[in-house]
């Protein structure tokens, strides 16, 4: 698989979304880590309970295999109404990060999701309809290190839908509870990491879904 052509992973409640020269190996390192911290924080509680306790849970588990939170900071929760569909508001909040591609890798990644009927069905189930959920751009900063956003997500709406990315407002009202943490890869604590990451990967059964770009 060239990775020119892939657009980002779905795993579990997780969307990750990734500019388009980044190594397929970076991406798998990525899923796996956020598949295990996925794993980790929800043995802490439900995600559907508690998303502060949650998330703090998940980026803990990051921190240990390499990814470091700048300014250990996690932004309190925010409040966002939902103008056009949640996906709209995705690609607008990825606009707005410093790297002007993140919009673009988000486009990609929702316009390869759509279509897959499997994953959709995988993250109406994982998220409840949208109830919690989150979305992960990832890019290479200046020097080359891998960085990744966090958005932590969650759905209030006036009714809840499958597909619920792409609901169109005029069907409904919504808001989007955003929490949100950017974190940094030292990849020399990763690698020592690399045994219990290659013996957590073989035990996890949660779906992975590539997405690949569609072609224009």
Request: with cysteine; hydrophobic share 40%.
């Amino acid at each position: 698989m060239n990775n020119r052509n892939f657009s980002g992973v779905l795993t579990g409640p997780n969307l990750l979304s990734c500019i388009d020269d980044m190594s397929l190996a970076d991406h798998d390192d990525l899923t796996h880590c956020t598949q295990i911290a996925t794993l980790s924080a929800d043995m802490v509680c439900s995600r559907f309970v508690d998303s502060a306790k949650w998330l703090n849970e998940y980026v803990n588990t990051l921190d240990f295999f390499g990814w470091s939170v700048f300014q250990d900071a996690i932004f309190t929760r925010t409040r966002h109404d939902v103008l056009r569909s949640v996906a709209d508001f995705l690609v607008e909040s990825a606009e707005k990060m410093p790297d002007s591609r993140q919009g673009n890798a988000m486009i990609d990644t929702l316009d390869a999701l759509k279509p897959d009927k499997p994953a959709l069905l995988s993250l109406d189930q994982e998220s409840l309809l949208g109830q919690h959920f989150q979305v992960i751009p990832a890019r290479y900063d200046a020097k080359g290190f891998l960085e990744i956003a966090v958005f932590n997500l969650e759905l209030v709406a006036s009714t809840k839908e499958s597909n619920f990315l792409y609901v169109e407002s005029e069907k409904r009202s919504a808001t989007i509870i955003q929490q949100r943490a950017y974190l940094k890869l030292d990849k020399r604590i990763l690698e020592t990491k690399r045994t219990l990451i290659d013996k957590k990967r073989r035990e996890i059964r949660m779906k992975r879904f590539d997405l690949l770009k569609i072609n224009p």
